[in-house]
């Protein structure tokens, strides 16, 4: 398996809907995990964190934890245009110490 | 003015040629990192350092050598530039096992 795994898309969307992002990781123990928002040919910006199982919303974006399944969502609500981009997954793992990125999923929020 | 700053931003360069790439940071961070992305490869780590002493190679270092000259400054070089070395190259810094925050990214092209 694949340290840290996210689906490549693309995901369409229409405007208004929720966008359904997931991330699957290798490692039980890991503690820190992050959702980054990256536009073509820009940077990663951070969206989200969270350490804790359950949910962490901030206005429109809620990630979701589960660590017993070993999994990681962002969840997109009332999707805008401005939102396509790749979002990454990345996660501390605790058998390297780094954060490693997900190769990101492509979205497509259609007006 | 940004926290991460990259020189520089695009950068043509011929085969066999030695060139740097600088990453100054303003955060106070003590980590730093350098990526390089290609399309449909995710970010890929080439070189992180803990602090001024620590340096440690990433999953693609071959070809690459670093230099931390202070907290504040992190350089990449190619010894000897080769076309498959055409990407965008984007540097990182947080503090311990942290948020990352990029750079703007450089774009480098490699004839």
């Known amino acids: 398996q694949k340290e840290v795994e996210q689906n490549s898309g693309p995901l369409s969307v229409p405007e208004g809907a929720i966008a359904s992002l997931n991330c699957t990781y290798s490692?039980?123990?890991?503690?820190?995990f992050f959702w980054y928002r990256q536009y073509s040919g820009k940077s990663p910006e951070l969206i989200m964190s969270?350490?804790?199982?359950g949910d962490k919303e901030d206005g429109r974006f809620t990630a979701q934890l589960n660590k017993a399944s070993q999994y990681v969502s962002l969840l997109i609500r009332d999707s805008q245009p401005s939102d396509s981009a790749t979002y990454l997954c990345a996660v501390n793992l605790a058998s390297n110490y780094k954060l490693t990125f997900g190769k990101g999923t492509l979205l497509t929020v259609n007006p | 003015d940004a926290d991460v700053t990259q020189t520089p931003r695009n950068r043509i360069t011929k085969t066999g040629k030695r060139i740097m790439l600088e990453c100054s940071q303003t955060k106070g961070h003590d980590r730093m990192y350098w990526y390089r992305q290609d399309p449909g490869l995710g970010l890929q780590l080439i070189y992180y350092s803990f602090d001024v002493k620590d340096i440690n190679k990433g999953e693609i270092s071959d070809g690459y050598s670093v230099s931390r000259q202070a907290q504040a400054k992190f350089s990449l070089s190619l010894e000897s530039a080769i076309p498959n070395q055409t990407a965008l190259y984007f540097c990182?810094?947080?503090?311990?096992?942290?948020?990352?925050?990029f750079g703007p990214g450089t774009r480098l092209l490699v004839l």
């Open positions: 490692d039980r123990v890991s503690q820190s």
């Open positions: 990182a810094t947080s503090e311990g096992e942290e948020t990352q925050y």
């Open positions: 969270i350490y804790s199982n």
